[in-house]
């Protein structure tokens, strides 16, 4: 099935779809010049992006960890972005209650991996009727996301996108498994590939997470070679000064070789 974020198409058969940007809003300066390098990365090769970032990071590690700015600073914010760029925006809400606000500005509402189970999270999402991104949750087998995307049908949304981002391997490990993105996609759904949580070590160290940035590019190129339908990154100018997620952003530079190995995949993919 087809889903339109305003005017790109996110399914079988359309253009790989990226969604990039940084794990948490650093302020409003650093957030707008990072999203206005990021589109003119994507508008030279004519392909569809989305900006994504968080305003609140509420599952940190530790709580001394920095969250963001909050919803009502974090989502001007991101409207400052939309409006000056005219590109679409995904964040993560994670109360229910904070939806119709968050609405208000976002093209995307994306549940996060650990309350992809939260029913009254998932409804109120759904019924924003804005399109739904939902991460699987590490602890999930992929066809446990059938009765997620059945909660969200049930209140009437269409709109759905289904993300892989590792399952619990062990301690303080993720790991990929392929065949997840063409199950999940026999739910009638698009399927996105998020390369950068996906190498997290969660909490492999100690009060913050780690991560092993070397395997992005390597699993990115499985993924489209598998068949997925976008890929969701987080991106950063220096991933080692980053607020959050430090171990796991690509750096900006590294994109234009990402996407440039991925679209050639992609271009040979039998039915995309």
Same mark, same amino acid.
């Given at each position: 099935?087809?889903?339109?974020?305003?005017?790109?198409?996110?399914?079988?058969?359309?253009?790989?779809?990226?969604?990039?940007?940084?794990?948490?809003?650093?302020?409003?300066?650093?957030?707008?010049?990072?999203?206005?390098?990021?589109?003119?990365?994507?508008?030279?090769?004519?392909?569809?992006?989305?900006?994504?970032?968080?305003?609140?990071?509420?599952?940190?590690?530790?709580?001394?960890?920095?969250?963001?700015?909050?919803?009502?600073?974090?989502?001007?914010?991101?409207?400052?972005?939309?409006?000056?760029?005219?590109?679409?925006?995904?964040?993560?809400?994670?109360?229910?209650?904070?939806?119709?606000?968050?609405?208000? &500005?976002?093209?995307?509402?994306?549940?996060?991996?650990?309350?992809?189970?939260?029913?009254?999270?998932?409804?109120?999402?759904?019924?924003?009727?804005? &399109?739904?991104?939902?991460?699987?949750?590490?602890?999930?087998?992929?066809?446990?996301?059938?009765?997620?995307?059945?909660?969200?049908?049930?209140?009437?949304?269409?709109?759905?996108?289904?993300?892989?981002?590792? &399952?619990?391997?062990?301690?303080?490990?993720?790991?990929?498994?392929?065949?997840?993105?063409?199950?999940?996609?026999?739910?009638?759904?698009?399927?996105?590939?998020?390369?950068?949580?996906?190498?997290?070590?969660?909490?492999?160290?100690?009060?913050?997470?780690?991560?092993?940035?070397?395997?992005?590019?390597?699993?990115?190129?499985?993924?489209?070679? &598998?068949?997925?339908?976008?890929?969701?990154?987080?991106?950063?100018?220096?991933?080692?000064?980053?607020?959050?997620?430090?171990?796991?952003?690509?750096?900006?530079?590294?994109?234009?070789?990402?996407?440039?190995?991925?679209?050639?995949?992609?271009?040979?993919?039998?039915?995309?």
């Amino acid at each position: 099935m087809k889903v339109t974020v305003r005017d790109i198409p996110i399914g079988r058969g359309y253009p790989l779809v990226f969604i990039a940007g940084p794990c948490v809003i650093e302020g409003d300066e650093s957030c707008l010049k990072l999203a206005e390098k990021l589109k003119n990365i994507f508008q030279a090769r004519k392909i569809p992006f989305i900006f994504k970032a968080s305003y609140d990071k509420a599952n940190r590690t530790s709580v001394h960890s920095y969250r963001g700015p909050g919803m009502k600073e974090g989502l001007k914010i991101l409207a400052d972005v939309k409006r000056h760029l005219d590109v679409p925006v995904l964040s993560d809400v994670h109360e229910s209650e904070d939806v119709p606000f968050a609405a208000e &500005t976002l093209d995307i509402i994306q549940i996060p991996a650990f309350l992809c189970r939260q029913t009254d999270l998932i409804l109120a999402a759904a019924k924003s009727g804005k &399109t739904v991104n939902v991460k699987k949750g590490q602890f999930l087998a992929p066809w446990d996301m059938k009765p997620v995307v059945e909660k969200i049908r049930n209140a009437g949304n269409e709109q759905i996108l289904l993300t892989e981002r590792g &399952t619990s391997f062990g301690y303080n490990n993720l790991v990929s498994d392929m065949r997840s993105l063409v199950i999940m996609r026999e739910l009638g759904y698009p399927v996105i590939y998020d390369a950068t949580h996906s190498v997290q070590l969660p909490g492999g160290q100690g009060s913050v997470s780690g991560g092993e940035r070397k395997m992005i590019v390597p699993l990115a190129r499985a993924a489209v070679a &598998t068949g997925c339908d976008g890929l969701f990154l987080e991106v950063h100018e220096t991933p080692e000064k980053a607020l959050s997620d430090a171990a796991t952003m690509l750096p900006v530079k590294d994109l234009p070789d990402l996407i440039d190995q991925v679209l050639e995949i992609h271009r040979i993919v039998p039915g995309k």
